[in-house]
């Protein structure tokens, strides 16, 4: 009975635990969604206005060009309601005979009066005139002009006098004044505009203009827009007739939806903030500052909203997701060790960032933590290995320092090639006098305070004062050549020491036996991120075998004994070096390449990433950022 009890306590301790762990993640989770709910609501509302504003602009600039086309159009009615030439036409009457005169005249009007003032063909023209005599003049259609045009003409009350000389514009309709109607809906519809014209001369009206401002235009000032936006685009009337639309249907019918219309027309003013007036459609209207006409916007909400509205559903099914999946998870993450486990691998994590002293406290006297304990002992050993491998490599570096400066004097160095120099000149030779200021010029360039990427400028006055010891020795037999553009490298760096073993490198192979002067030429160039190097020389050059070696020995360090013994009347450093050197600091394989032919010459091509003063810290060295760049961004192939 006593181990049945404790079994039911255990049990319903676990349940408990289970209970609490549920209700936790439940107390997180239920806050979590009222909070993305609250935002997502918040952003779809600012996602509403924020499109209204961006689209506000654009509809505004739609209402500016349809001003624009209408302006242009009253411009010309102004511009032909007092026309001289006009009158002659006006004043005729034409008897059933004399039709074809009537039809003459019209051309004559259209093309000699009309288009003189439009020679361009860009401004809209007078599509008819309708006479006090009740003559009608259609230059769209000459030879339309029935009983049934002129019937419809006065069926829109054109000689109404209380209009007085006021234009009026008429709602979408066909265009009664073509006889042929086009079968694109767009074409066939159109919006008449008329105007009484007054004669103060004859004291009467004169005649009355027509414009049939076809559908299509008014469309083209706001197609653009009406292809870009998930809705549609409708230009009314005051009293909300149909003027165009981007929606071929509404065109096609000519009205406008009453609910619409409704909505519009109880509104005062523009709109200008997105609102929701007609169930889940946002709505805009710009008013045109020319006449009465109203530019109105009406895109659906989910249409705006559509991305978010996805987010948020799909977020909402995450989240049950995780309820159930939480739900299953329970009965594993209960048991206690859970935080020192936790503590453990958050431990782990300071180690591989680098902290080895990220120790763990000990409490539990089980497995857990015996494992806590073997850790911690396993980062006692390792940090006691590192501190003495550390103290012993720091000891060995500063006593292989001291060797090497105890080897070298720099200003006893200096002092003693100055001793020289004067020397030289006192016993009249100024020859040795040179050479021991190119000597110590190439000892002081090459320690570059201790730098290892230089100028390229400092790179090749370090050459050139190589060259000027050469040239001492070998006088005419010697002739160097610098085919570069220093403008171009006056921004350039390069590891230093690399240009002299290179050009030293033409005298060991090239200089012994020659029977003619040997030119060494040195060009510098950059190509595709990379700097370019080539020493070509005209010297003895090497057969193939010979090539083979000194390329193995570039790339591998093997010389035969012969080669060792040539290379200790050198520098020392060599080609093998310097490719050594490159792919050590930048990483790059294959940077030193080298071709020769017996008899011919040799060329030795050195290839480093650009690197310009943009790379270089405030010390003078090479940035870390610079350096990742060229051992990672910059491989070649």
Known sequence: MTMNKKKGQAKKRNIGLKRRMLYGILQV??????????????????????????????????????????????????????????????????????????????????????????ILNQRERISAIYTYKGELFNFLDPNNDTEEVIRRLRAMNIED?????????????????????????????AVMGIRRIYSWEKARYEYVQLFALKEQDIYEQYRELAESIPGDIYVISENGSLISSSNEKAVESGELSEKLKAVILEQTGDLNEGWEALGNQMIQVKSSDVNDWKIVMVVPVKSVTKEVDVLYYRIFLVMVACVGLCTLMIFYLYKSFMDPIGKLNASMKEVYGGNLNAY?????????????????????????HIIEGLQSDRKK??????????????????????????????????????????????????????????????????????VKIQKNRYKEDFEFDLMTDMRQIHELYSLKIILQPAVENSFLYGMTGLKHPMMIRLTVKEKGGWVMIKIMDNGRGMDREKLKEVRDQIRFGKTSKDEEEQNRRST?????????????????????????????????????????????????????????TALNGKKRK
């Open 360 to 384: 763990v406290e000990v409490k539990q006297k089980n497995e857990v933590g015996d494992m806590i304990r073997y850790y911690n002992s396993m980062l006692e050993r390792i940090n006691t």
């Open 161 to 189: 006098p209380d209009l007085l000389m006021k234009f009026r514009w008429f709602s979408l309709q066909d265009n009664f004044l073509l006889s042929d109607r086009p079968a694109k809906v767009r074409e066939r519809k």
């Open 29 to 118: 989770l239920i806050p979590v969604m009222v909070i993305i709910t609250t935002l997502f609501w918040h952003t779809r509302k600012v996602m509403k206005q924020e499109y209204m504003r961006t689209t506000q602009s654009r509809i505004t600039d739609i209402a500016n060009k349809i001003d624009a086309k209408l302006q242009d159009i009253y411009s010309v009615s102004d511009n032909f309601a007092a026309n001289d030439q006009l009158k002659k036409y006006i004043e005729k009457e034409y008897s059933p005979q004399e039709q074809l005169y009537k039809k003459l005249d019209i051309v004559k009007i259209y093309s000699n009066i009309f288009g003189a003032y439009d």
């Open 572 to 628: 020392g450093i060599g080609l093998h070096s310097i490719e050594a050197r490159i792919k050590l600091y930048f990483g790059v394989d294959r940077a030193v390449s080298i071709f020769s032919k017996k008899d011919t010459g040799t060329l030795t091509v050195i290839r480093i990433p650009r690197i310009t003063r943009e790379d270089m810290d405030e010390h003078g060295n090479m940035s870390e950022s610079s350096k990742s």
């Open 397 to 466: 570096k500063e006593l292989e320092l001291e060797v090497l400066m105890s080897q070298i004097n720099p200003h006893f160095l200096y002092n003693t090639l100055e001793n020289i120099v004067w020397m030289s000149n006192e016993a009249g030779r100024p020859d040795i006098g040179r050479t021991a200021a190119s000597l110590g010029r190439m000892y002081r360039l090459s320690i570059s305070g201790g730098q290892v990427i230089v100028p390229m400028e400092h790179e090749i006055e370090h050459l050139m004062a190589y």
